[in-house]
């Protein structure tokens, strides 16, 4: 498993944060090329950047959490018997 350090973690924000250059250039294209794209071709565009933002962001969400020793990646004993504390009596709530 890699190790990600913050540089890497803020690398990873100002990727996912093209999606708004993506959608610009996508919009400029549509709008201004010689021939518009058809229905078909708009909606696989969109349907493709919208699964690049799911990727790029569940990246995002991966290394966050791998930075920080959240979630799977938790390895400080403490952390965990408090969390394990926290989802029992979440549970017994109902």
């Known amino acids: 498993m890699k190790e990600y350090t913050a540089y890497d973690l803020e690398n990873a924000i100002m990727k996912a944060q093209q999606i708004e250059d993506d959608l610009q250039t996508f919009y400029k294209y ?15 565009t969109i349907l493709g ?6 990727m790029r962001f569940w ?33 017994g709530k109902k």
Not at 49 to 54: D, E, H, P, R, S
């Open 30 to 44: 549509h709008g201004d090329a010689k021939y518009p794209m058809t229905e078909d071709e708009v909606g696989n």
């Open 59 to 91: 990246e995002l969400n991966d290394m966050h959490a791998r930075v920080f020793e959240l979630n799977e990646y938790c390895t400080d004993p403490v952390k965990l018997e408090a969390r394990d504390n926290f989802f029992k009596v979440k549970k």
């Open 49 to 54: 950047l919208m699964m690049i933002a799911k």
